[in-house]
């Protein structure tokens, strides 16, 4: 303010990105998908519908958004972390990344008829308020043999409801 000569950013509330359809990434050297919020402007309403991540560096897609109302619906994520990855395909395998990587940082995420295989650590892990699993597949995850980071589905904090699929 002009009274104590002090700079004071002013920014929106929240965010929302919308929705991303057909969404496919291919060996990127950090993540597929990544969204980052804070406590102060969230990202809210992430919305991905269908498409491909595979063999990025880290995890698929990751959520960080202090946000709510996730949800991915459709989506293929393979092999995060688990070759030669970058531009030239020149970085090693990372061995971490898992298909879906939600921190506690979340309210609420749904993941309907997602298909994770092959990574190197969990198909899906879940630290949201409150996750939604309905109709997904989580196979052969854990390349890297991680103790602990081997599952379909790892839910580490919150509640988890799980309505069909194959893990």
């Known amino acids: 303010s002009a009274a104590t000569g002090v ?23 950090g993540f597929g998908f990544a969204a980052f919020g804070s406590a102060s402007v969230p990202v809210q ?15 698929e897609i990751y959520l960080d958004t202090y946000g709510d109302q996730h949800k991915i619906d459709g989506t293929f994520v393979e092999l995060a972390g688990t070759a030669a990855t970058g531009p030239t395909l020149g970085t090693p395998a990372s061995n971490v990344g898992s298909g879906i990587e939600v921190t506690g940082n979340n309210t609420t995420v749904q993941l309907t008829g ?10 899906f892990y879940l630290a949201a308020t409150s996750n939604g699993i309905g109709n997904c597949r989580s196979m052969n995850n854990g390349a890297a043999a991680t103790a602990g980071r081997a599952n379909g589905i790892n839910v580490v904090s919150g509640r988890a409801v799980i309505n069909g699929g194959t893990f």
């Open 45 to 59: 309403d992430v919305r991905i519908v269908g498409g491909f991540l595979g063999q990025d560096a880290k995890s």
């Open 114 to 123: 997602v298909h994770s295989y092959g990574n190197s650590l969990d198909g």
């Open 7 to 29: 700079s004071v950013a002013v920014g929106p509330p929240q965010i929302t990105v919308g929705t991303w359809t057909a969404l496919y990434t291919f060996a990127n050297s």
